[in-house]
């Protein structure tokens, strides 16, 4: 049975447990479910001859049956708490949230389920992913309102965990309405409770009104089991700001999908990514920004470091409107190869129609400069040491994007962690 066939199969699969699922829809939300199914149909997994996933198709071992889940509440589970005291955790169990276990009441936040989700302009990338979601999304998704105004005075963090014992696919939906002039940290992670295969077909949609500033960690820390589709879009508008961090780890299987629109004149959306490749770990990070209005700012700074036989992608484009004039848009992609055996594939791209603009975009891949290794070493430092610190020093400018506290610490610790693994002698 060839890749295709087991991709349909799944697709089938799948389609069938969410036509089965039960819950309570009004005829908004079950039109929804219907025409997101019908989209799916029509769609197919992204395999290599798909241009944008090109470097990453998406495959799954042969015969392997995944249990979709998207309605189950957790009453007598505890997760482990990742090490974080002052923030307010919203904790997804098995895709689906769970308000027994999260924050009863966040300062400036309404939680609520989503009961239709938001009227937001059409991805970038009609893909099958973001269809079969929306199937899902009034059975698992929640929906948040920053009043405006309010200053939320910790991080929110939405921890993900997977507790079933079969192979799951889970599709949590989160949307965000950050209301004018508000300010908020939000961070997600993931946990696995077992080595079972697990897909999380993940999807964010966030809303930054006038003159808000939203920040956006996303700490990427998975197991080799683990596939991970993370869509997320924002819209940006008049003097709002959106900052996005991304550091993705681990051994697993992660396509990023970041969708930024600035709407509104002087918004500036800043994304910044860190990715450590080790074994077999591929991580891609596919961006799209589209400047639709003057004065607006977006910086684009990823940077990679790979070792083993890990894999590394970035894809970002650049669209700017005719109608943007004034626009700054930088986009850079640097990357450190550690081993023979890693590939990275960058493929940075400005599409621009209006002529008052300064944007620019570039894309370095490399091995780490044998001249400072030597300097170091002559200083006393063994190689390994001597690398780390270089690397160290290399990623130091995604990290410091992140605010200070307790997520920061928790961050920087599993990044050094990694990083020592990376440039141990073998």
């Known amino acids: 049975m060839g890749n295709s066939s087991i991709m349909e199969g799944l697709k089938d699969q799948l389609i069938g447990q969410i036509e089965a699922l039960d819950g309570t829809t009004g005829p908004g939300a079950a039109q929804q479910k219907n025409a997101a199914l019908a989209a799916s149909r029509g769609l197919q997994f992204p395999h290599a001859k798909n241009e944008e996933w090109k470097y990453s198709p998406f495959s799954l071992p042969k015969n392997s049956a995944f249990q979709l889940l998207a309605s189950q509440a957790k009453t007598a589970f505890h997760f482990r708490n990742p090490g974080l005291e002052h923030v307010y955790f919203l904790v997804f169990a098995d895709g689906v949230f769970q308000a027994g276990l999260s924050a009863q009441n966040i300062p400036g936040i309404e939680i609520q389920k989503i009961e239709s989700p938001q009227d937001q302009s059409l991805p970038y990338e009609n893909n099958i992913f973001n269809h079969l979601n929306l199937a899902t999304a009034h059975l698992s998704g929640i929906s948040l309102k920053v009043a405006p105004k309010a200053v939320v005075d910790q991080p929110v963090v939405f921890l993900h965990l997977v507790t079933a014992a079969e192979n799951a696919w889970v599709q949590p939906r989160i949307q965000i309405e950050a209301g004018e002039r508000s300010e908020a940290v939000f961070a997600e992670m993931w946990q696995s409770e077992n080595d079972s295969l697990l897909v999380f077909n ?219 693994a990376m440039t141990a002698p073998s």
């Open 202 to 420: 993940m999807v964010t949609e966030l809303e930054v009104k006038p003159s808000a500033r939203i920040k956006w960690i996303s700490f990427e820390n998975l197991s080799r089991q683990i596939t991970l589709v993370n869509q997320t879009r924002a819209e940006v508008r008049e003097k709002a700001v959106f900052q996005h961090v991304v550091l993705s780890m681990g051994q697993g299987f992660v396509r990023n999908n970041l969708e930024i629109r600035i709407h509104g004149e002087a918004g500036d959306a800043h994304m910044y990514g860190l990715s450590l490749g080790n074994h077999k770990q591929h991580a891609d990070h596919h961006t799209f920004v589209n400047h639709k209005a003057e004065n607006t700012t977006s910086n684009q700074l990823y940077k990679g470091i790979y070792a083993g036989k890990s894999i590394g992608v970035f894809n970002g484009k650049i669209l700017v409107d005719q109608a943007a004039q004034k626009t700054n848009a930088y986009q850079s992609s640097k990357n450190i190869l550690l081993s023979a055996d890693a590939k990275v594939f960058a493929k940075p791209q400005l599409e621009i129609f209006a002529d008052d603009v300064k944007c620019s975009h570039g894309a370095t891949i490399g091995q780490l400069d044998e001249e400072p290794v030597f300097y170091l070493r002559s200083r006393g430092l063994d190689e390994a040491t001597a690398k780390h610190l270089l690397i160290q020093a290399f990623a130091s400018e995604i990290l410091m994007q992140i605010p200070d506290g307790e997520l920061k610490t928790l961050v920087e610790e599993a990044v050094l962690s990694e990083m020592q």
